[in-house]
C-alpha cells in the first residue's frame, strides 16, 4: 500500500516537474535557513549548560541607587559578599570570588607568552563549576597562593607537549607578567567551551592577589566593590525566595550609604540566563543578547510556515487535477481515511526530498553563516542541551512532523473529500472555501514578508545612524597601542611618558598621541560620592572618571566649551598633588552649575579629595549608543601602564605603523607591540545589533524569496484556469495591459490587505527594539510605504512573470484547445 | 439482490431544490443484466451512485442482498463497496500516473489482497481481457478501446457480484463498443449482476430488462426477450 502511495506521489511530482520544482524548492530554502537559525538559536541558548551545578549556580547582581536613581546596575560588587552569604544563608552550598587579572604574559624560563587572559579565584570555583581536569590536582589546585591552573592550550603554547599527556608539567613554575615570584602550575584542564559565560586561559589562586599582591581588601571588605561572585544554591532552594531575604542582608552588612549616601540591592542572578538576559554594566563574560535569539528563532518559524502555505497552497490550489486520481481511488474502494494517508505519504515525501536538498544547503552555506554569527556551528548544535533542556532539538523534531502533518493534511482532507461521480463526471469545481483559506494564507505570508522588510530598513537605518551619530570625539583613524607593563613604576614616569608622546609626534603621518585609562568603548571607573563644594553636603552624586594625558581632547577631537585644556603643571607623580579636573557638560549639569562658564573656577569633591574645575568639554560618548552619556570627570592622571592612542593620517598607514612600533620598542624594551584600530573596536559594541541587522536582512530575504515562490505557483495556477477567458477577452479586443491588471488585480489586492495588517503589528515590534537604545531613531511612515511599496512590486513581479506571458499567448490557441 | 423502495434524492443550491430521484422503486435480481435509460437530467446517475453507494439518498429504502444500506455511514458503504462492486465509466477514469497493470491492480489494494495473489489475479484478467501485453503502458498510451478494456479489468478484477456501468462505450467507435458490449454480456452470463446507464437504444438491446426514468420516476419497463 505505502509502496503505491509513494509511487503516485513520485509520478505526480514528477509529472507537475515545475509545481513540484517550487514546492520543493520553497520547502528546502525554508528547512535550511530554519536549520541555520536553529542551530545559532540552541547554541546561544546552550551557554553554561555543560556545567553539572548549573541550575544551582547563580552570581550576585548589585544594584546602586542614589538620590533614588538607578546608578550602577552591575555584576561587580564588594569582595565580602560571597562569603557573607554563606555564612548567613544555610541555603549556600558555595561560593566563589573572582577578580579579573587581565591579559597577562606567562613567562617560562626564556619563552614569554603574552595575551593570555586570567582570573584570580577561589579553589572552590573548580569544583562549583564543570571544567574538566587534564592532569595535576583535582580538589586543591588552587587552595595555596602562587598557584595556577592553565588551559590545554596554554600549556601547549608554553611547554613543548607531546600528544596528551599533560602529567609532565604540572608542578612546573612559571611567572606571571611582573611578578618577582614563581606560581606553581597545580592542574591542567581542558580549554574552556566556546558556550561558557566565563572565558579564560589561566585560573591563579585568590590567595595570590590577598598574600602575595598584599590586597587585604580582596579578601573581605565592604568597600571596594571589584569583585565577582558567583554562588552555589543547595538543589531545591527557591532562589527568588531566596532573593527576598537580601534586602535585610544589604541592610546588615552594607555600608556604602554612609560612605556615599547610595542604597545598595544585591540579587542572585541564573548564571543559565547570564549570557542571554545580561543588561549590566561591568560584564565579566561573553553576552549575546535574547532578543536576538528569540527574533530569529520567531523568524525561523516565519520561514518554515511560509513554505509550508506554499505547500498548502499549491496543493489545495491545484485539487481539480487531483480530483479524477481522487474519485477514480474511491470508486475502486479507497476509503478517505486511506485517502488521507495516501495525501500524507505524498506531503511525507515532498518534506523529506526537501529535507534532504535543505541539509545539502546548510552544508554549503554553513561556512558564510559561521562568519555571519561568528561561532563555529554545526548541525551538532541542533541537539545541544540548551536553556529548558532540549526544547529547541525536540521542538525541531515535533515542529518539522507537526509541520509535514498539517501542510499534508488539510490538502489530503479537501481532496478526499471530493464527491466522486462529480468529479468522474468532469462537473468538479474548486470550492469557494479552499480559495478562502488560500486568499487568508497569501495574506499571512505577506503581512510577515511586509513585517520583515520594515524591519530590515529599521534595523539598517538604526545602525546606520549608530554608525553616524557625532560621538562628541572622533575615533577615524585612531590606533590603540597596549601601555608597556615591563617598565619599572617609579615617580620618574610622567616624564617618561611625556617624553614618548612627543617622540611619537615627531613622526610623519601621526597627528596627535595621548595616552588613558580607558579608551572609548570601554567601562570607565565610577566615583559614587562626587559632589559640588558650594551645593549640598549631603547630596552626592555618581561620576565616572578617566585619567588622561595633555593631548588626549585633541587626539579625539573633543571639544572645549569653556576653560582650558590640561596644561603640564597639572600632572604631578603624586596624586596628592593632583589639583585640577575638566568635566563634560552632563557633569557640569548633574552637579547643578549653570553653565559651562560659571563651572570655571568652581570646586568640586571627588573621592575625598577638592579638585579645581579648569575645562568643560561637550558630551561625548563614551560608549556605544545603547547607553545614555554619563557626567564624567577627567583627571590629569597619567599610568605607565595606559593605553596609547595615536591619531595617524590616511596615508602611508603601515609605514607609520612600523615607526610608532620601532619608537615603542626602543622606548621600552621587553614589552610587546600589540595594536588594534579604535573604530573597530568600538563598534564591537554593536555586534549583537549588527548580527540582527544582517540575519534580519538575510533570512527576510529567504522569507520574500519563498513567499514569492508561492505566490509564483498561484499565479501560474491562476492563470492556467483562467486561459479560456483570457482567449475570449483577447478577441473581444483586450489588450495585454488589461490582462495582466485582470489578473493581477486580485492577488494585489491580497497584498494591499497584507500590509494594512503589518503596519501596526511591525510598529510595535520595532518601536519596542527602538527602546533598547539610549539614542535611536524615530520610525518614520515612509518606511512602511516604502516597504508596502516594496511588496507589491515584488507581489506584481512575480505575478506578470506568467501573466504577461498568458497574456500575450494567441487567443486562437487557448480557445481551439477546449 | 437489490430492491430499492421510495428513494428519494434531492439536490439544493442557495435558491432552487432539484429533485433528482422521487419515490423511486426498483428491483434488480440476481444475474440480470438491466439497461436504464432516459433524457438527460431524468436521474439516471444520482441513481448509479445510490446504487453504487457512493452517495446516500435523501429518503427511502436501499437494500442491497439482504442488507439495508441506505443510512450506512461512509467506512461501511466503502467497506461494502469494495467488495461487491465494480463500475466502469464512459470516460474510462484510469489514473494517469499508473500503469495498465497498477490501474487494475488498485481494487485489490484496497481489499487488502495479498502481493503474490495479487499479481496473479490482475495477470489473469489482463489475459482474459487481451491487453496482457499493454501490462506495462500508461493509460495514454492505449487507444479507447484499450482503456476501456482495463477498466473493465479494473472493475472485475474483484469477482464483483454487481458491475455498474455509466455509458460504456459513450466515447467509444461501434467496432470497439460492440466488443465491450460482449465484454459486459459474458461477464453477465458468468454470474455478475449488470446495471448499466445508457443513451444507445443499440447497446441496451444487450440487456434483459430496460427501466425508462424520467423526472427521478419510473415511466417504463420493457422486458428485452
Partial sequence: MIRNYLKTAWRNLWKNKFFSLINILGLSLGMGACLLILQYVNFELSYDQFNKNAPNLYRVVNDRYQNNKLIQHGTITYSAVGKALKTDFPEVADNARILPFGQQVIIYKDKKIPKESAFFTDNSFLSMFSFPVSAGDTKNALMEPNTVVISETTARKIFDVKGNDFNPYIGRLIKVTKDTFYSKITAIIKDVPENSLLKFDMLVSYQTVIRSYGYKQADYDFKDSDFWHYILLKPGTDYNAFNAKLGAFSQRHFQGNKVSGSVEKFYLQPLLKAHLYSDTEYEIGNTGSSNVVWGLLIIALFIIGIAWVNYINLSTARSAERAKEVGIRKVTGATQSQLIRQFLAESFLVNLMALCIGLIMVYMAQGIFNDLVRHQLSIAYLFKRGLGGYVISIGLIVTVLVGIFISGFYPAFVLSAFKPILVLKGKFRSTGKGALLRKILVIGQFAITVILITGSFVVYKQIKYMNQQKLGMNIDQVMVINGPIFVPTDTSFVTRANTFIAELDQIPGLKNAATSFWVPGNEMGRNFDVRSATGDPNTHYTVRFDGISRDYLKTYDMQLLAGRNFVSTDYNPSFDKLHNVILNYNAIKTLGFASPEAAIGRSIFNGGKQWEIVGVVADYHQKSLHYAIEPTILEPVLNIENQISVKITPRNVEQTIAAVKTKYSSFFPGNIFDYHFLDESFNEQYKNDELFGKAFGIFGGFAILIACLGLLGLSLFATLQRTKEIGVRKVLGASIANIVFLLSKDFIKLVIVAILIAVPIAWYVLHKWLQDFAYHINISWWIFGLAGALAVVIALATISFQSIKAAAANPVKSLRSE | ?225
Avoid at chain 2, 467496432?175 to 446495471?195: A, C, F, K, R, Y
Avoid at chain 2, 445508457?198 to 420493457?222: C, F, K, P, W
Fill in chain 2, 1 to 225: 439482490m437489490i430492491k430499492i423502495t421510495d428513494l428519494e434524492k434531492f439536490y439544493r443550491t442557495e435558491e432552487v431544490e432539484t429533485i433528482a430521484l422521487n419515490k423511486l422503486s426498483i428491483h434488480v435480481n440476481t444475474g440480470e443484466f438491466v439497461a436504464i435509460m432516459g433524457p438527460s437530467g431524468c436521474g439516471k446517475s444520482t441513481l448509479l451512485n445510490i446504487l453504487g453507494m457512493l452517495d446516500d439518498p435523501d429518503g427511502g429504502s436501499y437494500v442491497f442482498n439482504g442488507v439495508e444500506v441506505a443510512h450506512f455511514n461512509e467506512r461501511k458503504r466503502a467497506d461494502l463497496r469494495k467488495h461487491n462492486i465494480g463500475f466502469v465509466f464512459q470516460s474510462f477514469n484510469l489514473i494517469d500516473e499508473l500503469t495498465v497493470f497498477e490501474n487494475v491492480e488498485l481494487p485489490l489494494i484496497y481489499t487488502g489482497v495479498p502481493s503474490s495473489e495479487r499479481v496473479k489475479r490482475v495477470e489473469e484478467v489482463l489475459d482474459k481481457m487481451q491487453i496482457m501485453h499493454r501490462r506495462n503502458h500508461y493509460p495514454q498510451q492505449l487507444s479507447g478501446g484499450q482503456q476501456q478494456r482495463v477498466a473493465i479489468a479494473r472493475a472485475v478484477v474483484n469477482k464483483p457480484k454487481l458491475i455498474l456501468a455509466d455509458e460504456p462505450t459513450g466515447n467509444l467507435d461501434s467496432s470497439n463498443g460492440n466488443d465491450v458490449m460482449e465484454l459486459l454480456t459474458d461477464l453477465n452470463e458468468q454470474g455478475t449482476t449488470i446495471i448499466m446507464v445508457t443513451h444507445s437504444e443499440h447497446d441496451a438491446r444487450y440487456s434483459h430488462r430496460i427501466i425508462r426514468l424520467l423526472d427521478g420516476q419510473t415511466v417504463m419497463e420493457n422486458i428485452m426477450i
